[in-house]
């Protein structure tokens, strides 16, 4: 395993900061409006560790099992986790342990068993949840229709020991990103009207968060960008 970079990494970590705070002053929004969650999947733990060095205080995982092994290799770190990728009911105990926050929450079978996982947790309302919208056709890609919105939205916010933050999206490939996110402002509109604390809006990526920006993300999820060229998984 080769060491990390930990220059380059602080240099294009410090280049999309720049470039975040110039795209959320262009739109007329505070510099730390928007909360940069770094995506680490397929990187080590020392990416992680050389991360909060530099000041980074969210990760982002897709897969549980990694997920939960770099989360033991960085024990103690005080870095919040969020689960980005489509997860199964079964492992929503295990999620639990780690994850401060859910933002591929799409069915309502995920909704019961995280809020049922959550019974032992000393206090309620502990994990952010954030409900994903697919803004394709594809069931495949995860993420709940349009016409689902508003029963889950119900749902998350009955929840008792989940915390619903807001709505969550992946712009699809060979579109505009600006109208995906478009779309993905009026969900966040829609979910309002049943959630109104639920106004997080969970978009961007390496290649498009300056237009998740512009049309009001909260929440970025930026992995290669910053992490560089991600290895070959396994
Ligand atoms: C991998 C991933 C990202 C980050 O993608 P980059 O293009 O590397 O910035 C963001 N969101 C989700 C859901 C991902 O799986």
Redesign the pocket.
């Known amino acids: 395993m080769s060491a990390v970079d930990e220059v380059a990494l602080a240099a294009r970590l410090s280049s999309v900061r720049e470039k975040i705070a110039a795209a959320l002053t262009s739109n007329g929004r505070a510099v730390d409006d928007a909360t940069l969650?770094v995506?680490t999947?397929f990187h080590s733990a020392d990416v992680v560790r050389a991360l909060v060095a530099c000041g980074v205080h969210d990760v982002?995982e897709?897969k549980h099992q990694e997920a939960t092994a770099k989360y033991d290799e960085c024990a103690g770190l005080g870095v919040n986790w969020h689960f980005?990728?489509q997860l199964q009911s079964n492992k929503a105990v295990a999620v639990r342990r780690y994850a401060h926050a859910v933002?591929?929450v799409d069915r309502a079978s995920l909704v019961t068993a995280l809020d049922r996982a959550g019974d032992n947790a000393p206090e309620t309302k502990t994990l952010e949840c954030f409900l994903q919208i697919n803004l394709t056709d594809d069931p495949a890609r995860g993420g709940a229709s349009w016409a689902d919105i508003p029963a889950m939205s119900e749902m998350l916010l009955q929840a008792r020991t989940l915390t619903f933050a807001g709505v969550?999206a992946?712009a699809p490939l060979g579109v505009d990103p600006r109208e995906a996110f478009e779309q993905v402002a009026r969900a966040s509109e829609l979910v309002r009207t049943i959630a109104p604390q639920a106004h997080a809006i969970s978009a961007?990526?390496?290649?498009d968060?300056e237009a998740a920006i512009e049309a009001g993300a909260t929440h970025l999820?930026?992995?290669?960008?910053?992490?560089g060229k991600?290895p070959a998984p396994g």
């Open positions: 969650i995506v999947k982002g897709n980005i990728g933002h591929s969550m992946v961007g990526m390496s290649h968060f999820r930026i992995g290669s960008q910053i992490t991600r």
